[in-house]
């Protein structure tokens, strides 16, 4: 079938966004409401949420809502159940809830693992397996990854560790889910300044830091998150149709760069 400028649509298509009440999350779910799909949207801040729904609203898309930690699989259940009764399929699941806080593994404490890993890598492998019944041929996954699952990150380590979990989960997925029809790639973001990223990056660069990391990628600016809702729009829908199994690094260059950085 040939592709048209209708391609880039997500026309009617039913998407479940999570984390959506800021930073990327809410991006991607503001773009998708745009190109005219059906939103299903979670948050664990109730306020930033309820902003964004309203925001979907003014564009005249509807919306299914709920406040609820992704963590938390009896709530998830119940919004995919909420899913399934209101449009009885998903045709885009983006999984972009996470987070994380700065600390050095050998300070971290087993409550500490235990909270990265079931709300990085957890709470994915729970959604896609809850999820991809609903999911005709034709349907896409897309996780929200990091540029620290692909290279060192001190402070962060089990956060990148969770990261670099889903980076290869999402190549895994991408043959197990192949002959459903089923694409699953992955958007790796950095030097996107969320109000997230900004409070990890004071602390992070914090004197006694040893490390600290690039601010300035070669591109010479930051980006912005709808930069990396454009990627994940991109992955979402047709214009990936025949792209499955890999990750975008939506970075400015950074991660081409490696060690190199510019003199100014």
Known sequence: MPL???SI???DRV???TGAGQGCGKATALLFARCGAQLVLCDRVEETLAATVDEVRELGRPVLARHLDVRDFDAVDE???ATEQEHGRVDALVNNAGGTFFARLLD???KGDQTLVAENFLQVTNLVRRTVDLMPAGSAIVNLTSIEAHQAAPGFAVYAAMKAGVASLTQ???LELAQRGIRVNAVAPDAIPTEGDLELGAVATDASNEYLPAVIPPLGHRGEPEDVAAAVLFLAGDLSRFITGTTIHVD???GAAGTWRRSG
């Open 172 to 174: 895994t997925l991408a």
């Open 252 to 254: 400015g260059g950074n």
């Open 4 to 6: 048209d400028a209708s």
């Open 79 to 81: 919004l995919v159940a």
């Open 9 to 11: 649509l997500l026309t």
């Open 15 to 17: 998407a479940i966004v």
């Open 108 to 110: 971290l404490n087993l």
